[in-house]
């Protein structure tokens, strides 16, 4: 069945409203009344040539143009944008004479709209722009009716598939076919999930919005239902279930049960248990090139390993298809044979650990969450919570980066305690102490210790998404871990501090007698670190780490030649749990201590 031929619509009643355009037009020659179909604008051309363009998807402009032919009649002239350009549906050729009295739809980019030469009667009818209805493009059915934003939505509802169904605004019976149409949609489709309102009981640990239990999306599993209008397609559509098992599970539209959950606002896949789960975020800050990496990966080994022993509890990966990467790093670092099967690559803000979303209408990269559960054992019975990092880059927190155009250090704001990691091999009063050590992360060159400048950014911008004076402080603990202490150790000897854990429970005494001397020998070094340090928080402690254990050593030849990478045969991480262990006991009072 031909789109144009769609079978006329039942009359809307009188109690909705109505989107009313305009059906008085002058005389002349010839009139062509163009009606935007997505907002009910109407434009009577007389003077021709008339082109109608648009921008386009990609910032390619497309554009078809309206021209006089040699019967008199207004015919197709100059198309540009190709397939971009429909005409009742198909592509047009240049010259095709149009007639009067028929209605042609018109598909230019991202616009629709029906257009009439000489229309007699009451044309264009009343229609309403925010309500389509969805017909069987083959048999002209009748489905029901939608948003724009919500098409994609009832029709997989409705177990069907785009491809299948023609759509066009209550009021008009002329339609679209919604596979052809469907990136214009999908625009309207992002928008309205743009708008969706950022309240709710769970905070999204990719895009950070907030959203009720209801308002998840269910992931598709059928092999048909292979790409999404927002994601695209290479991703499974993510759609509202309105059928379900016997035990609660969401059935999609080809009758396949579904176990995985996405977002309604970025649509990304929620980790396993999501919604059961309690989520702690913990935030891992520190200039470029200071070791975040090393000590993230680490972290995560050492707490798999220390809790059980420490406190009876276990620490598991709670995402393994979304951990992957910080998985594949730390084993790359503990099961690795020689340092040039060690080496770490560096955060950069569009790398691995980064990945671009829709959040608010923009395309925008953020960071990949790290998710890890955190309970007891089988012999106890405490619920378990989740624990979120996030290895964040450096120049995130740089001066002058447009927060709205890169929002990827947000999720300090939402912390539960952040991390704040300092190298003293960038910073020039701790080299000049140490002039005498030999070791190769002292002796590099054109680094710029920017890491004062970063604290100082992070306070600014962290109180301001908080809506807090510049002399308040935030309600989040503050670790300030001070990094690679076996190169320093001749100035402050860290192995000297006493264990914090003490017969299975964390003693907060011993936790701040150690950052007390530490933050002594400190604020005799680099005084502005603690000031500044101690005005983001009221709740800051200083700690001692070393995520390697020892110095490592540039890597001779090959892709990596020059990096410094540690031996995987000295590894000897210090002082890594014990900023977890403060940071947990602070969002999870009760557990260790």
Same mark, same amino acid.
């Given at each position: 069945?031909?789109?144009?031929?769609?079978?006329?619509?039942?009359?809307?009643?009188?109690?909705?409203?109505?989107?009313?355009?305009?059906? %008085?037009?002058?005389?002349?020659?010839?009139?062509?009344?163009?009606?935007?179909?997505?907002?009910?604008?109407?434009?009577?051309?007389?003077?021709?040539?008339?082109?109608?363009?648009?921008?386009?998807?990609?910032?390619?402009?497309?554009?078809?143009?309206?021209?006089?032919?040699?019967?008199?009649?207004?015919?197709?002239?100059?198309?540009?944008?190709?397939?971009?350009?429909?005409?009742?549906?198909?592509?047009?050729?240049?010259?095709?004479?149009?007639?009067?009295? %028929?209605?042609?739809?018109?598909?230019?980019?991202?616009?629709?709209?029906?257009?009439?030469?000489?229309?007699?009667?009451?044309?264009?009818?009343?229609?309403?722009?925010?309500?389509? %209805?969805?017909?069987?493009?083959?048999?002209?059915?009748?489905?029901?009716?939608?948003?724009?934003?919500?098409?994609?939505?009832?029709?997989?509802?409705?177990?069907?598939? $785009?491809?299948?169904?023609?759509?066009?605004?209550?009021?008009?019976?002329?339609?679209?076919?919604?596979?052809?149409?469907?990136?214009?949609?999908?625009?309207?489709?992002?928008?309205?999930?743009?708008?969706?309102?950022?309240? !709710?009981?769970?905070?999204?640990?990719?895009?950070?919005?907030?959203?009720?239990? !209801?308002?998840?999306?269910?992931?598709? /599993?059928?092999?048909?239902?292979?790409?999404?209008?927002?994601?695209?397609?290479? #991703? =499974?559509?993510?759609?509202?279930?309105?059928?379900?098992?016997?035990?609660?599970?969401?059935?999609?539209?080809? !009758?396949?049960?579904?176990?995985?959950?996405?977002?309604?606002?970025?649509?990304?896949?929620?980790?396993?248990?999501?919604?059961?789960?309690?989520?702690?975020?913990? +935030?891992?800050?520190?200039?470029?090139?200071?070791?975040?990496?090393?000590?993230?990966?680490?972290?995560?080994?050492?707490?798999?390993?220390?809790?059980?022993?420490?406190?009876?509890?276990?620490?598991?990966?709670?995402?393994?298809?979304?951990? =992957?990467?910080?998985?594949?790093?730390?084993?790359?670092?503990? +099961?690795?044979?020689?340092?040039?099967?060690?080496?770490?690559?560096?955060?950069?803000?569009?790398?691995?650990?980064?990945?671009?979303?829709?959040?608010?209408?923009?395309?925008?990269?953020?960071?990949?969450?790290?998710?890890?559960?955190?309970?007891?054992?089988?012999?106890?019975?405490?619920?378990? +919570?989740?624990?979120?990092?996030?290895?964040?880059?450096?120049?995130?927190?740089?001066?002058?980066?447009?927060?709205?155009?890169?929002?990827?250090?947000?999720?300090?704001?939402?912390?539960?305690?952040?991390?704040?990691?300092?190298?003293?091999?960038?910073?020039?009063?701790?080299?000049?102490?140490?002039?005498?050590?030999?070791?190769?992360?002292?002796?590099?060159?054109?680094?710029?210790?920017?890491?004062?400048?970063?604290?100082?950014?992070?306070?600014?911008?962290?109180?301001? =998404?908080?809506?807090?004076?510049?002399?308040?402080?935030?309600?989040?603990?503050?670790?300030?871990?001070?990094?690679?202490?076996?190169?320093?150790?001749?100035?402050?000897?860290?192995?000297?501090?006493? #264990?914090?854990?003490?017969?299975?429970?964390?003693?907060?005494?011993?936790?701040?007698?150690?950052?007390?001397?530490?933050?002594?020998?400190?604020?005799?070094?680099?005084?502005?670190?603690?000031?500044?340090?101690?005005?983001?928080?009221?709740? /800051?402690?200083?700690?001692?780490?070393?995520?390697?254990?020892?110095?490592?050593?540039?890597?001779?030849?090959?892709?990596?030649?020059?990096?410094?990478?540690?031996?995987?045969?000295?590894?000897?991480?210090?002082?890594?749990?014990? $900023?977890?262990?403060?940071?947990?006991?602070?969002?999870?009072?009760?557990?260790?201590?």
């Amino acid at each position: 069945m031909n789109l144009a031929d769609l079978p006329p619509l039942p009359p809307l009643s009188d109690s909705r409203p109505r989107l009313r355009v305009s059906r %008085q037009f002058p005389e002349g020659d010839f009139v062509l009344v163009l009606v935007d179909v997505l907002n009910g604008a109407t434009e009577r051309v007389t003077v021709f040539p008339h082109t109608v363009s648009d921008a386009g998807f990609d910032g390619r402009g497309v554009s078809l143009e309206f021209v006089p032919l040699h019967s008199g009649m207004p015919g197709i002239g100059k198309i540009a944008g190709g397939e971009k350009v429909l005409l009742n549906g198909v592509v047009p050729e240049e010259s095709v004479e149009l007639e009067k009295g %028929q209605v042609y739809t018109l598909q230019v980019g991202r616009r629709l709209s029906v257009f009439q030469i000489d229309p007699e009667g009451d044309w264009p009818p009343r229609f309403e722009a925010g309500a389509w %209805q969805v017909f069987d493009a083959e048999t002209g059915e009748f489905f029901g009716v939608a948003s724009p934003g919500e098409l994609f939505h009832f029709v997989s509802g409705q177990g069907l598939l $785009p491809e299948r169904c023609a759509v066009c605004p209550e009021g008009l019976d002329v339609g679209f076919h919604l596979g052809r149409a469907a990136e214009v949609f999908r625009v309207s489709e992002e928008a309205a999930c743009a708008g969706t309102a950022d309240k !709710g009981a769970h905070v999204c640990p990719v895009c950070w919005l907030h959203f009720d239990a !209801g308002d998840a999306l269910s992931i598709a /599993v059928h092999e048909a239902l292979h790409g999404d209008p927002v994601l695209g397609a290479e #991703s =499974m559509l993510r759609f509202h279930p309105t059928r379900f098992n016997d035990v609660g599970q969401a059935i999609d539209p080809m !009758g396949l049960v579904c176990t995985e959950l996405a977002c309604p606002h970025c649509r990304r896949r929620l980790p396993p248990g999501f919604l059961e789960l309690p989520h702690k975020i913990f +935030s891992l800050i520190g200039a470029p090139s200071s070791g975040k990496s090393y000590f993230l990966s680490v972290l995560t080994k050492v707490l798999h390993d220390n809790l059980p022993r420490d406190f009876n509890l276990v620490f598991k990966d709670g995402d393994p298809s979304g951990n =992957m990467l910080l998985n594949q790093m730390r084993n790359k670092l503990f +099961s690795g044979a020689t340092p040039e099967e060690c080496v770490l690559g560096k955060t950069a803000m569009e790398g691995a650990t980064y990945e671009k979303i829709n959040r608010f209408g923009n395309r925008v990269a953020m960071p990949l969450p790290f998710i890890y559960r955190l309970g007891h054992d089988a012999q106890g019975r405490a619920t378990d +919570s989740a624990v979120v990092f996030y290895d964040n880059a450096g120049e995130h927190f740089e001066p002058g980066l447009d927060m709205n155009e890169s929002p990827g250090a947000l999720h300090v704001v939402s912390s539960a305690g952040i991390f704040f990691l300092y190298d003293p091999t960038s910073s020039p009063v701790f080299r000049k102490k140490l002039a005498d050590v030999q070791d190769p992360q002292l002796s590099q060159h054109g680094r710029i210790d920017q890491q004062d400048s970063i604290l100082a950014e992070m306070e600014v911008r962290v109180k301001r =998404m908080l809506g807090l004076a510049p002399a308040d402080k935030i309600p989040v603990p503050v670790a300030v871990l001070i990094g690679k202490c076996d190169v320093w150790q001749t100035l402050f000897d860290a192995h000297a501090l006493p #264990s914090p854990v003490k017969a299975g429970r964390l003693d907060g005494a011993i936790i701040d007698g150690n950052s007390a001397r530490l933050r002594e020998f400190l604020a005799l070094l680099c005084p502005g670190l603690v000031a500044q340090a101690e005005t983001l928080s009221n709740d /800051v402690r200083y700690f001692a780490v070393s995520s390697l254990g020892h110095s490592p050593a540039p890597i001779a030849g090959g892709p990596n030649a020059g990096m410094l990478a540690p031996d995987p045969a000295r590894l000897a991480p210090f002082g890594i749990e014990a $900023p977890a262990y403060w940071l947990f006991s602070k969002a999870f009072p009760g557990l260790l201590n």
